[in-house]
């Protein structure tokens, strides 16, 4: 197996891969989507580390799905991690909130890695797309699925039948990204946003984006249950009370930076 094209750096609690395949338009290869799921792996057993952020290299694609060469030498689908999807996300329940900054084309893959991401921070000139069936096949990793909850049909099925791309600020319109930025202020905004997160207390953070997860796929009132038991428990944590005595101090709140 080749080296795989992804740096890893930690700064504090914020983990930052980026992914370091420039000439193939960040395209992930076996080695390359292995080693996302490996890192993320380890950062989801990792109590020091509060959420990670993924980016890709140069300003050109953030990713662009499989590495169609090494999909032509050896078979297709080799970035597919059993169990966990296309670099190990797209199928995957993380407890970790995972950051976006889309720097570049974000296509087949690229596109669904974003819409399996918690927070996504495009540049403005960023496009995006399942351009699958250009190449006689379809985003099954969670591409189709997850725009089929995010997107009216209409809009889903142009993307997916026809493979043509969008632009940032359509993306933005349509809800599938947070946030759009300049080029130049992408990674300090990602960060920026990440650090606001990681300042908040850990466990509240987790049980919310758990809470998110679970009910979009919960009737609304078994939803509305599972968020009563576990808020409860939060309304009496040690967290809850520090926010709380904070805002009637007027004064910040200063939780424990354990990701519990």
Excluded at 56 to 80: N, Q, T, V, W, Y
Excluded at 197 to 218: C, E, G, H, N, P
């Amino acid at each position: 197996m080749a080296e795989p094209g992804l740096r890893i750096e930690r700064q504090g609690r914020l983990l930052i891969l980026t992914i370091a395949r420039p000439a193939r338009a960040n395209a992930l290869d076996a080695a390359t989507s292995a080693a996302i799921d490996e890192a993320v792996e380890e950062a989801e057993r990792d109590a020091g580390i509060g959420a990670i952020l993924l980016t890709g290299e140069g300003d050109r694609a953030f990713c662009s799905g499989m590495d169609m060469k090494e999909a032509a030498a050896i078979g297709a689908g080799h970035g597919l991690i059993p169990g966990r999807g296309f670099a190990g996300l797209t199928e995957r329940r993380r407890t970790k909130p995972l950051i976006l900054a889309i720097n570049g084309t974000a296509v087949a893959g690229g596109m669904e890695m974003l819409l399996a991401a918690d927070i996504v921070i495009a540049a403005d000139h960023a496009r995006f797309g399942l351009s699958e069936v250009k190449r006689g096949l379809f985003a099954f990793a969670g591409g189709i699925q997850r725009l089929a909850h995010a997107v009216p049909r209409a809009t889903g099925l142009w993307m997916i039948l026809t493979g043509e791309t969008v632009d940032a600020a359509r993306m933005l319109s349509l809800g599938l990204v947070s946030e759009v930025v300049p080029a130049d202020r992408l990674m300090p905004r990602a960060r920026e946003v990440a650090e606001q997160i990681l300042s908040f207390d850990a466990v509240a953070v987790r049980r919310a984006k758990m809470l998110f997860d679970s009910a979009a796929d919960m009737p609304i009132d078994q939803a509305l249950r599972f968020g009563r038991a576990y808020g409860e428990e939060t309304l009496a944590s040690a967290a809850g009370r520090e926010g709380i005595a904070a805002f009637a101090e007027g004064r910040g709140a200063r939780f424990n930076d354990s990701a519990g």
